[in-house]
């Protein structure tokens, strides 16, 4: 859990970096392909290239393909289509898709599992919720196939490695992870980008490279990783913590005005969720 913790808070920096320096001003195809390169070009040359067991290898170019790939270029569009609050809601149904994956994969039910995801969607919602405005339903509906992407590439990520263990480090081929990122990445910028907005400022590009090399390369990594040494419904609430830690991040930083005792309300849920799980684990481990 220590590597998921860390990863969502790199992630709430990246929140604020990302709607401070780059939303509306730089191509969001040309800021995933930026940060996917960056990333790729970091494990490259780690990379062990044979003797890994081709389910792995191509299980991890759909991974990444999926989890970072269609997950980011979805999510950067809905911005066109819907207000900040909108997005924020939207996207914390994330922890169902991972449960709920996760059990589709192994043919089973978890009702602790599938509880505790609820309860961490209920502590997003009441930080998150904001009245809706306006026509949102094409933005709804990118953003679902964001949750379920971001979702289905670390379920999946979680059960490859479970599945093929191998006696080389993860660092040795997680390269092929953003390179399935990456040939997503490319086939969109060279249909949707518009190179009229690539990065003007020394500052824009030192965010990119930032969020290269910590939010996406060491971020990705750590959290597959750490995904493999939870349970599924650890995992979940995981995917809702950045919720509470981007708010205060942002409140802290650019002093935006924030709703602080909804932020604890919905937090201290979230912490409830794990409890929940803990709860449910010790249950399913009790002799019948």
């Known amino acids: 859990m220590p590597h998921l ?21 730089v191509d969001s195809d040309f800021a995933v392909l930026v940060r996917v390169a960056i ?16 389910q792995l290898v191509g299980g991890l170019w759909l991974a990444g393909a999926l989890q970072f790939g269609v997950t980011y270029l979805c999510l950067y569009r809905s911005f066109s289509v819907l207000t900040v609050p909108e997005v924020l809601l939207f996207t914390v149904l994330t922890p169902i898709y991972v449960t709920l994956l996760d059990d589709a994969l192994v043919r089973r ?13 209920t502590g997003g919602v009441l930080i998150r919720f904001q009245p809706l405005e306006g026509d949102y339903l094409v933005g709804f509906l990118l953003l679902q196939v964001a949750n379920a992407t971001f979702a289905a590439g670390q379920v999946l990520c979680r059960h490859l490695l479970a599945r093929y263990p191998t006696e080389l480090p993860l660092y040795r081929f997680f390269s092929h992870f ?18 009229a907005r690539l990065p003007q400022t020394a500052v824009q590009w030192g965010v990119l490279v930032w969020m290269g090399l910590f939010a996406t390369a060491l971020g990705m990594f750590w959290w597959v990783k750490g995904s493999t040494r ?54 399913r481990a009790l002799p019948v």
């Open 5 to 25: 913790i860390v990863v969502n808070l790199l992630w709430a920096f990246s929140f604020s970096l990302i709607g401070e320096y780059l939303a509306g001003r």
């Open 39 to 54: 990333a790729a070009l970091v494990f490259i040359p780690l990379t062990r290239w044979r003797g890994l067991p081709r």
């Open 109 to 121: 039910f978890s009702p602790w599992a599938l509880l505790a995801a609820l309860v961490a969607v």
């Open 178 to 195: 953003f390179l399935g990122a990456l040939l997503v990445a490319l086939v969109s910028f060279a249909i949707f980008g518009n190179t």
């Open 230 to 283: 939870v349970d599924a419904g650890t995992l979940a609430v995981m995917n809702e913590l950045h919720v509470p830690l981007g708010l205060v991040v942002n409140l802290l930083i650019w002093n935006r005005d924030a709703d602080l005792p909804r932020i604890a309300l919905g937090g201290g849920v979230i912490v409830l969720s794990l409890w929940l799980n803990r709860i449910g684990r010790s249950r």
